[in-house]
């Protein structure tokens, strides 16, 4: 009798542990950098509702929206000072949350009719330079221009672009980097006199790999989305979450060590096992939707459970993503913004957090 009860102890003891195991090791949120004016303020929304809210995991996109001393030319308009930078490395350190910058490389170097700073210093990087940009921009247009690329074979545009990766990653005191490198539409271009009738697929992991590598020099790691890597028509999963470009055969060409962020916003497609089962480690990421997010959690709980130990840490995580500013994120989260300028991406977090915080 006596053993019989030392017996359901020690079950009861494995049982507690078990559920106070953290599902997964990612909790991330992934939100535009703070302009100068709310800086303090965010700093201090890190402080008491990011980091009690479970996250461990901040990236934030800072693009050209920073002093950079290497590329004066490529500052845009407003942009952080170091000081600013520190104090949000600072309060990180404090909570143990791992931050990390992210500057789009390869796409998104236009946004609807306006060029980038990098297109806008260097135009010969542009992938198709013929491409001019519409008084009034649509989607969709004749030239399919959604943003603009630059050229991955460009013989100079590492020696710009890897100065910014370095500046960015050094003031962060980050040992990782978020490539963003999704949505290219615009790749082995037939403007592209460097590029065209090459191998999609090869362009994008070929420059995956070269950004992985100048990281790996330092130390460093890669982060990026995954929507090239998935084929979106065979899918189903369409031209934005998943590629129509023939990207996607570049799953199997890209280093192992490239972490990749799954986004998908409508519903919690179960992509994350493609990526687990390649050997690739996948955050899954959502954004408004709460009850989407939730079916995520719960689908990546299911995958972990009932993967072979292989692959269990695999599936990284899961990252929320943000796509308004943090001003308005924080905003909508202390409720202090109108219904109609309301940030749905604060309740997906709340919903998400809510599991995070469990003891
Ligand atoms: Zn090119």
Redesign the pocket.
Known sequence: MKRYSIFILILFAILIRVSAEEPYPVRGLCIAAPTVDVADEFADFIDKVLAPAGVNTLVLRVDYGYRYKSHPELVGGHPLEEEEIKKLVAVCQKNNIRLMPQVNLLGHQSWAGSVGKLLEAYPEFD?TPEVEFPEEYQWPNEDGLYCKSY????PEVHDVVFDIVDEITEVFEADAFHAGMDEVFY???EQ?????GRDKAE?FAGEVNKIRDHLKKSGKELWIWGDRLIDGKTTGIGLWEGSYNNTHRAIDLISKDVIICDWHYEKAHPTAVLFAAKGLTVVTCPYRKSDVALEQDLLLRTLIRNAPEEMKLRYAGMMQTVWGSAKGFMNSYHGTVEEERRDASADCFKALSEIWSEP
């Open positions: 992938e050229c991955p074979l460009h790749i082995g271009h592209c006199p460097r590029c065209y362009l």
